[in-house]
């Protein structure tokens, strides 16, 4: 924690500064012992060396002259705390304090600091308490102390109310002795990937880690062994790997390391984003994203969202007093293939801590991140922020205990059905190192639920596997949701559809007339099968008709519903894109009624269509329109399945 960090710097500075008089000269010290004088200041030359261990040598000679010299008890707590020594940080914090409570109020600060990392919470509350009530501590002390104390509020509760929690080893096909983190998956749940940390040999013979990608499938109930994505891993490092849903672009970090074992992966500064599309089975060669997405500042954690447009990201920044922050940004792609300038998220978001990873769940209304800048248990926590209506980011919720623990915890990602997560531990029983583990998510913690649509393109005629782009456009708003694309080479496809709307889908390929689709998934509980299609595209040629399957009307009316617009501007977009083109509007109805009844109904409903084309500036010369009543049903009339099928508005190419 790098806030953390300044304040052990400044509570030796005042430590030294208030103790040290041949150093600094400001006061007596609490000894009159010489020879614990002397070894205090060998002490503090060494650890402003960084000779730890013979500081901490020199400190405990000093101890054996005057097991009550304050200051050199401050200062050994100091240093087991650089080194990571918590308990014994906090053992010689307590010494300070027990042999003058009132010498350096620092102490306890220092002291509720470690016992914080140690999850002693109700002792860490006490003594932040114990410091904000002497009347001179310095005020952003005091600040951070407060903050302590509320997190430590927070820590006491959470575990006494911990949250369910098992997770579950995934196993020998994914975890190894090497450690494993940084998970990633598609919105079908059939591809995991991750990062693996080797432990190799260079070129001279010493032991070298190095990061390299894994990916596994979900086949037969099973994941099958992880195995190295050979067309990315380099020599040097490859990190934060993210798969778009539709598993047809993987975004991940490079860093200037690479710059000097592999000439194809140049950063702009410390670490950039690089993105790789997959074209039939392999990924290409990844690309960096360059401006305005990677600058000289630190890029990292990419998640790309469900809508094909979104990129989330961490860009560490350093401020004019040389702080370093770690923040959460977003942009956008246009039609334009540009991506926007990034902008910060919401103040909800965003922190004066840190926050260093970010996942945006296929819902696309569901942000996952790690911070320490909010109350928590302790280092990073893992939090969650739901959109609201309004499009704002509400308030973050904490995951609670013991997902998030007095470690830090950012290797976190939520399954695309909502309810398993996903998490790095170094948890005894592991397999070594860190592990990635699943478990079930409990119910208050997970994201809207989400299936999807899962097929192939091809060509109606030659059954050539087409790549065509994917359009999928909430009909209640007119916006569109998700923007995608096909495999170029194998034609397969992937689109996310979040449950608690009806959606129009768009599938268009230059040459081609386009396809329509509709999904109604109002219904949360019916919304949980995923739909497998596979969509043959039309050449575009007199004769060839499509159904136009969002165009709707009131019930026995000719009214044209709202939700149509959506639609029939994808038929005026076709229509200006093929100048050329001729096309009949046709009505068709089911046989329920008279016959001259449907013969009338339809003709009007066809009118209709054809009367709002003209009106939004398509030539009547290229346009036409006929009712055909019930004489030509696409199904059976004896289900209301059947029937729903033949009520239909068609669209027919009369020439071109």
Not at 34 to 52: C, H, L, M, V
Not at 480 to 507: D, K, M
Request: glycine share 8%; proline share 5%; hydrophobic share 35%.
């Amino acid at each position: 924690m790098n806030e953390m960090r300044l304040v052990r710097i400044f509570f030796l500075i005042l430590l030294l500064c208030s103790g040290t008089t041949s150093l600094f000269a400001q006061r007596e010290y609490s000894t009159s012992v010489e020879k614990a004088i002397r070894f205090f200041e060998i002490a503090t030359k060494y650890y402003d060396g960084r000779q730890n261990e013979k500081a901490i040598d020199a400190l405990k000679t000093a101890l054996e002259a005057d097991p009550k010299f304050s200051e050199a008890w401050s200062l050994q707590g100091n240093i087991y705390e650089d080194m990571r020594e918590y308990e014994k940080a906090v053992a010689s914090y307590k010494k300070a304090v027990e042999v003058n409570p009132d010498l350096f109020p620092n102490n306890y600060f220092a002291l509720g600091t470690n016992e914080f990392k140690l999850a002693l919470y109700p002792d860490a509350k006490a003594h932040f308490e114990k410091f904000i009530s002497y009347p001179k501590v310095k005020p952003f002390l005091a600040t951070r102390a407060k903050q302590m104390i509320a997190n430590c509020d927070f820590s006491i509760n959470a575990m006494l109310n911990p949250v369910p929690f098992q997770p579950v080893n995934m196993g020998d096909s994914i975890n190894t002795s090497d450690h494993e983190y940084f998970p990633a998956i598609t919105a079908d749940g059939k591809t995991f990937l991750f990062t693996r940390r080797l432990v190799t040999t260079n070129a001279v013979g010493k032991p070298s880690q190095q990061e390299d990608f894994y990916i596994s499938h979900f086949v037969n109930n099973a994941w099958s062994k992880a195995m190295p994505i050979t067309e990315i891993n380099t020599g040097g490092n490859e990190g934060a790997p993210c798969l778009s849903p539709d598993g047809q672009y993987l975004f991940f970090i490079g860093c200037e390391e690479l710059s000097e074992r592999t000439s194809s992966r140049k950063t702009n500064g410390s670490c950039d984003i690089f993105l790789s599309k997959k074209v039939g089975d392999k990924f290409t060669t990844p690309r960096n994203l360059e401006a305005p997405i990677n600058t000289a500042a630190w890029e990292t954690t990419p998640s790309f969202s469900s809508d094909g447009r979104t990129l989330y990201f961490v860009r560490g920044t350093t401020g004019k007093d040389g702080r370093k922050q770690r923040d959460i940004y977003m942009s956008r792609i246009g039609d334009n293939s540009e991506w926007t300038e990034p902008v910060p998220l919401s103040d909800k978001i965003n922190t004066s801590g840190d926050e260093i990873s970010v996942f945006m769940h296929p819902d696309d209304q569901t942000l996952y991140f790690s911070s320490d800048g909010l109350p928590g248990m302790g280092g990073q926590d893992i939090f969650m922020s739901r959109r609201q209506e309004d499009g704002s980011w509400g308030d973050p919720v904490n995951l609670g205990y013991p997902i998030n623990t007095s470690n830090d915890e950012n290797s976190f990602l939520v399954g695309p059905t909502g309810d398993i997560g996903f998490i790095a531990s170094n948890r005894e029983g592991g397999k070594g190192g860190m592990d990635l583990y699943q478990f079930p998510l409990y119910e208050k913690a997970r994201p809207q639920m989400v299936t999807y649509m899962k097929g192939k393109v091809f060509d109606y005629e030659t059954k050539k596997m087409l790549g065509a782009s994917f359009d999928l456009i909430d009909l209640s708003t007119g916006k569109t949701v998700v923007s995608s694309t096909s495999n170029t080479v194998n034609g397969e496809f992937l689109v996310c559809l979040p449950s608690g709307r009806s959606y129009a889908l768009n599938v268009s390929k230059d040459g081609y007339l386009f396809y329509s689709d509709n999904f109604q998934l109002k219904d949360p509980a019916s919304s949980k099968a995923p739909v497998m299609k596979d969509i043959a595209l039309k050449p575009i040629r007199t004769g060839e008709s499509i159904v136009l399957n969002n165009v709707f009307f009131e019930f026995n009316k000719f009214d044209l519903k709202d939700e149509s617009h959506v639609e029939l501007g994808k038929v005026i977009s076709f229509m200006k894109k093929n100048p050329s083109v001729h096309v009949e509007i046709s009505g068709h109805t089911d046989n329920v009624g008279g016959k001259q009844y449907n013969q009338t109904l339809s003709e009007k409903r066809s009118r209709s269509v054809y009367d709002y084309l003209v009106q939004n500036g398509l030539s009547a010369d290229r346009l036409s329109y006929k009712g055909y009543g019930d004489s030509k049903p696409i199904a059976e009339n004896t289900t209301e399945q059947g029937r729903a099928k033949n009520r239909r508005t068609e669209f027919m190419v009369t020439g071109n």
